[in-house]
């Protein structure tokens, strides 16, 4: 049982490169989430898919798109990527929203754009 | 805006001591508060939570106490721990709600 797994761990861009964060849950959570960390902030939520099927912006959700691919796994896409992105992102999952549901949190990935 | 605020960027405590961490927030509309313990390139952890409709709530070392009039939440450790080191989140969340909103963190150092 991993729980939350993210890939990569770590990842260069150059400034207008696209890549695309991988996450996947094995706890067949409902809900799903991506989170960004800069320094000296909180985490700051992206997107979240509630259920397999949909997704909704948070509070930072500008130059990013996901796909809720499966129950399993949801995917972080920069489509042109910008210094201002530099980040670690975080992926997690929740069996629901609500206060009745934990989220629990992947590694992180470690994203520099140059 | 910054909802939820965690002033101390860094806190020493003696093992042993207790340690207190303090939390503001500023939306009315959260009614359900949590803390989560990061380590260095790990993902945060939950530790302890707290709804609004009570005061207090234990966990082994771990106690958090909420003042909703005042807006403000405190996390305490007893006794501290040098396992304990680590960023402690305070995050909030609207009922039936998905967005955690986090504070920036605070950075316990429990020293021998």
């Known amino acids: 049982n991993a729980g939350v797994t993210q890939t990569p761990k770590f990842q260069v861009l150059k400034t207008g490169q696209s890549m695309t964060l991988q996450c996947a849950q094995d706890m067949n959570h409902n809900s799903m989430y991506w989170y960004r960390q800069d320094p000296g902030m909180g985490l700051r939520l992206i997107y979240y898919s509630a259920s397999e099927g949909t997704t909704d912006k948070g509070e930072v959700p500008n130059g990013y798109n996901v796909s809720r691919l499966n129950k399993r796994e949801f995917s972080l896409r920069l489509e042109s990527a910008a210094p201002s992105q530099t980040s670690v992102y975080f992926c997690?999952?929740?069996?629901?929203?609500?206060?009745?549901?934990?989220?629990?949190f992947g590694p992180g990935t470690r994203l520099t754009v140059t | 805006d910054q909802q939820v605020k965690q002033n101390s960027p860094s806190l020493s405590v003696q093992e042993g001591r207790i340690s207190i961490l303090n939390c503001d927030y500023t939306n009315s509309m959260f009614d359900y508060f949590l803390w989560y313990k990061k380590y260095p390139a790990e993902g945060p952890t939950f530790l302890i939570s707290i709804s609004s409709i009570k005061d207090k709530n234990e966990d082994g070392r771990f106690t958090v106490f909420l003042n909703k009039s005042a807006k403000h939440l405190s996390l305490h450790i007893v006794p501290s721990q040098p396992g304990d080191s680590a960023v402690y989140f305070c995050a909030a969340l609207k009922n039936s709600g998905y967005a955690l909103n986090f504070g920036k963190g605070t950075s316990l150092l429990v020293t021998p």
């Open positions: 997690a999952s929740s069996e629901s929203g609500g206060y009745s549901y934990e989220q629990y």
